[in-house]
């Protein structure tokens, strides 16, 4: 499986992104999905994660202003961010747990929050 992220950019604060993680081969079965972030000089940290059932959690740094979602057909997650702020800055990651032991990273995006 591979992972390709694409959406990132260049936006001001307060603006909205979305972002795509797309699988070269649709995912059915997934223990969770999950986006990620690094920002320079910081450790890669966990930003939304969505499991089989539909549920998902989020950092509280993101809580109520970004929306991970994935589509039916298994291939494509996203990451829906609005109200960015200048720390969310970083690169994203998409990441998926196919559970036995196989986990795949996506190669990021970088997102830049900047007036």
């Known amino acids: 499986v591979q992972l390709v992220e694409s959406g990132g950019g260049l936006v001001q604060p307060g603006d909205s992104l979305r972002l795509s993680c797309v699988a070269t081969?649709?995912?059915?079965?997934?223990?969770?999905m999950a986006w990620y972030r690094q920002a320079p000089g910081k450790q890669r940290e966990s930003v939304a994660r969505i499991w089989p059932s539909g549920s998902t959690s989020y950092a509280n740094s993101v809580k109520g202003r970004f929306t991970i979602s994935r589509n039916n057909a298994g291939r494509t997650m996203y990451l829906e961010m609005s109200s960015l702020k200048p720390e969310d800055a970083a690169v994203y990651f998409c990441?998926?747990?196919?559970?036995?032991?196989?986990?795949?990273w996506g190669q990021g995006t970088q997102v830049t929050v900047a007036s």
């Open positions: 081969t649709p995912i059915v079965r997934f223990r969770a």
């Open positions: 990441y998926v747990d196919l559970g036995m032991g196989q986990s795949y």
